[in-house]
């Protein structure tokens, strides 16, 4: 999806811990020296902590015990849709739905109270389906919510609710 949204606005807690896992298991797979994996496996080791997930064995030990193999089989878990995402994740996600869905009913009352509308007239609904993602959130997180069906690509750099 090479769809190119504005940069973001970072916040500690807009990141998703499976994008952040699936990062190092990358630069892993990369072949880093001794040197940069243990900073690599400290790092992931603080993004688990960061996420309260350090008491889901399933997610914390692959990073414990620094097996990559074993964090290769979480990472595949999850994009079969066969393991559930950290709570840290599912919470993000939800999050950033919220947001979108309520940028979209802005948009959308705004759209319908715009002065070029007859105020004598029956009223007319909104014809906008989709908008710009909210820009906090990385665009792995909308990439995400597409994976789930939740959201759709409508062009332009524009997403729409699966359901509309």
């Not at 008491?55 to 089989?73: F, G, H, M, T």
């Not at 079969?80 to 979209?104: E, I, N, S």
């Not at 070029?116 to 989709?130: C, M, Q």
Request: negative net charge; charged residues 30%; glycine residues 6%.
């Amino acid at each position: 999806m090479g769809v190119g949204y504005a940069p973001r606005v970072t916040t500690p807690e807009n990141w998703l811990l499976c994008a952040r896992l699936r990062a190092l298991a990358a630069r892993l797979a990369e072949g880093a020296d001794p040197t940069e994996a243990d900073r690599l496996w400290a790092e992931a080791e603080r993004s688990i902590a960061a996420a309260g997930a350090d008491e889901d064995a399933d997610i914390a030990l692959p990073v414990w015990e620094r097996s990559q193999v074993a964090l290769e089989e979480l990472i595949a878990t999850w994009d079969a849709g066969a393991g559930h995402l950290p709570a840290w994740d599912r919470a993000v996600l939800k999050r950033a739905l919220k947001a979108f869905r309520k940028r979209l009913k802005l948009a959308r009352l705004d759209d319908e109270s715009s002065a070029s509308r007859n105020p004598l007239s029956r009223g007319e609904s909104s014809s906008i389906t989709g908008i710009k993602p909210p820009e906090q959130y990385d665009r792995e997180i909308w990439d995400m919510l597409i994976a789930q069906g939740k959201l759709r690509e409508a062009g332009y750099d524009l997403l729409e609710l699966a359901t509309t």
